[in-house]
């Protein structure tokens, strides 16, 4: 099985990110960029961290959520791009996801952000979804299944359920906290082989990694700690 984890590099510091990569780049499957590094450096920082990392894969994180047309030309606008996988958020809602994979070239795995990592049962009755995570996170994976996407963004406590469900879908997981690590802003977390166990694709883990003494060490850990 290919190294499922993906370290999140969220910085504004393009040379810190340079450096993390080549710290973690031998210990992890893949490199994600989200909004913090694209608003910070755009296709230009994209393209010195894929130098960077020397083929490594790119999880271009931009949780697109928008009209379907503007949708579409969003990623239209990354083609030449070496994106691997793309995200955008399910409750865009079923045409805006089609836009988005009709949009993206062959090679991009586009996966659709079910509920954020960040969010409780109580979070979501405050935004005015009742039933809680797990039945959002269903209604939400049936939709982007319905659309033709390759996957879902979903915490490691709902993708047992999903993966099981989907059998070929892709499950990126973030939300994953080695035992004894800071949750930070994250309150669906498991370690990285739980989330493993219970069907996840691609780990996302950012902090635990990034903000350690030796990132790389970090890295290396963690990926021995996995079966
Ligand atoms: O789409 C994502 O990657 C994502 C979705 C989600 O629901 N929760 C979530 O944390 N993420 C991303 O995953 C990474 C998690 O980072 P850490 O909490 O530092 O491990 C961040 O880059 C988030 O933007």
Redesign the pocket.
């Known amino acids: 099985m290919p190294n499922p984890i993906f370290c ?1 590099i ?1 910085t504004g510091d393009l040379e810190h990110a340079r450096d993390l990569v080549s710290a973690v780049g031998p210990h992890v499957g893949g490199i ?1 960029l ?1 909004l913090e590094f694209w608003n910070a450096f755009g296709r230009k920082g994209v393209e010195t961290i894929v130098e960077a990392s020397s083929g490594k894969s790119l999880f271009l ?1 931009l ?1 697109l959520h928008d009209i379907p047309n503007t949708v579409g030309g969003a990623v239209r606008a990354l083609e030449d791009l070496p994106v691997d996988i793309l ?1 955008v958020h399910a409750s865009g809602g079923e045409a805006m996801m089609r836009a988005a994979r009709a949009a993206a070239p062959e090679r991009t795995k586009v996966v659709a ?1 079910t509920v ?3 969010l409780s049962d109580e979070d979501l009755t405050a935004l005015g979804t009742d039933g809680g995570v797990d039945a959002q996170v269903e209604r939400l994976a049936l939709l982007t299944r319905r659309a033709g996407l390759d996957g879902i ?1 979903c ?1 490691p406590q709902e993708v047992a359920a999903r993966s099981a469900a989907w059998p070929d879908g892709l499950f ?1 997981v ?3 906290r080695p035992h004894g690590a800071d949750m ?1 802003d ?1 309150k669906r977390a498991l370690t990285p082989q739980e989330a493993l166990d219970a069907g996840a694709s691609v780990l ?5 990694i ?1 903000k350690a003494d030796n990132p790389g060490e970090a890295a290396e850990a963690i990926a021995a700690q996995m079966k």
């Open positions: 999140a969220d994600k989200g994180d949780k995200t952000v954020l990592t960040s963004v915490s990126v973030p939300g994953i930070g994250q996302v883990i950012g902090r635990p990034t």
